[in-house]
């Protein structure tokens, strides 16, 4: 059973202006340290941002509304704190505790999860998704039921009828997609709106990325300040994580759909 919401669903707007803004980061520094949480809805998108770049609040500004459209900003811009900086001062290292599992994927999600992508180019607007064995579940925002049944004919269509969805009806909010995005890979800490010396990005995307590898799961922990996980220095695990991203073209499209 997997759930997968597309680019639109409010949650990954949110995910997504996260990321756009950490590749502004990583566009003034190579090894920038920000964090960022967004919740946006109802026509105001609020930012808090705790970085050591030097970001340009119109840059910012600019990629919210490439994103969400015309909407009020609200955007708080603070240097991370100092304690935390200095544990990156002299080499990278694990920056936060936490328990990480990677997970092989099922044909089933990855079935699902070109189902959505398959949908989201014929309607790139707010649309949910589930597949639980037989039974497929198609909630597509800006789309005519009858239209989709004839695609899927064995799915549930819009279950309470035809909808417009997208953060105009509901709010959006960063990591909190994170079935869609990992899976069973789900952990305690989100993927979006960090950099990839936090163990939230690093970790998770080593993990999971191992764990499709071997085709077994995949279980770590770390301490803040480790310099090594998993018997690899945490510096290679960043690196691993870092070629990930870029392949994917960056945060803002990790953001897209997260890791499959």
Known sequence: MIEKVNPQHPDKVADRIAGAIVDLAYAE??????????LIGHGICHVIIETSAALNLNEISQAITRIAGRIKKDVVIVPQDKELADNQATEIRCGDNGIFRGMPLTSEQLQLSKIARDLYQDYPFDGKYILDDERLIICQSHAKTRDLQQKYPNATVN???????????????????????????????????????????????????????????????????????????????????????????????LAEWGLF
């Not at 520094?29 to 967004?38: F, W």
């Open 159 to 253: 279950p309470l009828g035809e909808w417009t969805g997208g953060p105009d009806v509901d709010t959006g909010a960063t990591n909190r997609k994170l079935g869609s995005d990992m899976a069973d890979s789900v952990t305690g800490g989100g993927i979006h709106g960090k950099d990839l010396s936090k163990a939230d990005v690093s970790v998770n995307i080593y993990a999971f990325l191992k764990a499709q590898e071997m085709g077994m799961p995949v279980e770590l922990s770390c301490a803040i300040g480790d310099n090594e996980i998993d018997g690899v220095p945490y510096s290679e695990i960043v690196e691993v994580a870092h070629d990930y991203v870029n392949e994917l073209g960056g945060f803002e499209k």
């Open 29 to 38: 520094e190579s090894n920038p340290k920000i964090a960022v949480e967004v």
